[in-house]
């Protein structure tokens, strides 16, 4: 599912580019309170800087991040949806805003677990951190749910038949 990769970007010198056409513009460090600094001070001794944990957080997080697109899907409309590299491709401008949260989540998991902050580092506030994680979860499936609706919406009700009208009603 490479052409998510790098699609929600990291503002920063040294950046990974995106090379699948347009990114998102959308950036984790931008667009949600999360400083480089702060993903720099999660690097544990095999990451070393922000770019490599946000590697390792895109690498994770995309994975989960099909997993529970298929399942929102599921629970949306009765149906599995098969994800694969075509239709994430083309969906991938109606489901941003779900994976940049998603990953934020995601991030968040990387500083609630990881051996380089403790409750003797400066500045760290493990009840923040899960604060963050639990808004930035519900703000994913709000976003998962709309995406999957206006992707249902654009593929002429093709996946859902008339359950479509049914969702744009719940809460």
Request: glycine content about 8%; hydrophobic content about 35%.
């Amino acid at each position: 599912m490479e052409c998510l990769k790098n699609y929600i970007q990291i503002e920063g010198c040294e950046a990974p580019p995106y090379e699948y056409g347009e990114p998102s513009g959308l950036f984790i460090n931008v667009d949600l309170p999360i400083s480089l600094q702060e993903i720099d001070s999660f690097a544990d001794g095999e990451q070393l800087t922000f770019i490599q944990v946000w590697e390792e957080v895109q690498n994770r997080g995309i994975k989960k991040f099909i997993n529970r697109l298929r399942a929102g899907h599921t629970e949306l409309f009765g149906s599995c949806l098969t994800v694969d590299q075509e239709w994430l491709c083309d969906n991938k401008e109606s489901i941003k805003y779900a994976l940049l949260y998603f990953l934020g989540v995601e991030l968040m998991i990387e500083k609630l677990y990881t051996i380089r902050i403790n409750r003797f580092t400066r500045g760290f506030d493990r009840t923040r951190a899960q604060e963050m994680r639990d808004e930035f979860q519900a703000e994913f499936i709000n976003y998962l749910k709309s995406g999957l609706v206006e992707i249902g919406k654009t593929n002429n009700n093709q996946q859902g038949g008339d359950i479509y009208s049914l969702v744009e009603v719940l809460p």
